[in-house]
């Protein structure tokens, strides 16, 4: 006999009560007819209904200017809806096809459409990077008694999960490659294209050697720029025909076109922002895309059903499992930065490794990244759950505070 809970007591006795007065619409009720309206598909709605509150308290503290908060259960969306403001004057409503800049939110689709060519025996990832860009086969690397030559070549894998030893002008420790990064303007802080690029990357040396650190860095560019070259398209193309019109992502977009400045939700459109990349600068892999909130969840949706959605499969279950396992094990360096403590990373997300360490609940094996102008999200594949936090917040502090708040919330709400 299954245990009574207390919703299922109170439920009861009102049902005793009402069969006591003959009250005919009571009962026949079924017990669980109040449990079932207060959740949905295991979330309680009252617990969700926090999340409001909690976002506004975020825009009243002058962290955020707005936002939009969106959570998927088993293939549902359970909680969708716009907080403050679309603009950093807060003169604007949020609205829900607020176009968001994703940062390196990228870096995911990037890729999963590498891993897509992987599947297709195009590439792999063992492959030395140096097979499509020979530009960097005389890389060496940083040290303190001069520079070395490589232990082993960069794979594929090492541009998929950070760990090729290339650095961020802004993340490196080393003043030294600070300054060759940004003299070679490696990061296409004004326009470069990627064949320059590549040749100028290749004459600066590595932060670590290849395999042995993971740190946060030019990675995914370079992976699609190397895709570019596996594929014969620009990845403009590629991410189009393989994921963003199969997907139905619409409003996934590199620059912003006239139409859409109305929608663009922080900082005002800049110039540079609403010119074509093409032919111009190269396509930035690691964090050139803008999108919104309906666009992602089908791209999360994607990747928690296992790689398939609408009856069209993008990946197969086994690689969806390989990508969101651990590839850093025995590494050097630390994702907390952006995930708080407790994850590794695996190709393209960074990874739970446990149920406890983590700052916030979750499960073994869910799955986050974050973009550095306030965007984040999760994927938990064991609950089939997806979070979307899109705001515009570029300060680093107050991004993971966002963050690990909605995704607390969140867990927070989840009763089944």
Known sequence: ???????????????VLALGTGSSPLAAAPFTTAAAQDEVQGMSRERLARI???????IDEKLIPGAITLVSRRGEVVHYETHGYLDEARTKPMRKDAL???ASMTKPIVTVAAMMLV?????????????WLPELADLKVDSPTGDVALARPIWVQDLMRHTAGFTYSDRTTSPRLKRLYEDANIEAREDILGDEMLKRLGRIPLAHQPGTFWEYAITVDVLGLLIERVAHQPLDVLLKESLFDPLGMKSTVWWVSPDNVPRLAGAPVTERLQ???????????????LGTADDYLRFAQMMVNGGTLDGKRYLSKKTVEFMLSQHTVGMGGTTVATTGPGYGFGLGFGVRLDQGMAWVPGSPGDAMWAGANGTSFWIDPKEALVGLYMAYSPTPAVR??????FKNLVYGAMVK
């Open 1 to 15: 006999m299954a245990l009574l809970t207390p919703v299922r007591i109170a439920s009861f006795t009102l049902l």
């Open 100 to 102: 968001f800049r994703l």
């Open 119 to 131: 599947e297709q025996g195009r590439m792999s990832l063992q492959d030395p990077v140096t097979k």
């Open 275 to 289: 010119q074509n990349p093409s032919g111009r600068t190269y396509f930035k892999g690691g964090g050139g895309l």
């Open 400 to 405: 993971i505070q966002t963050r690990m708040a």
């Open 52 to 58: 409001a509150p909690a976002v506004k308290a975020q």
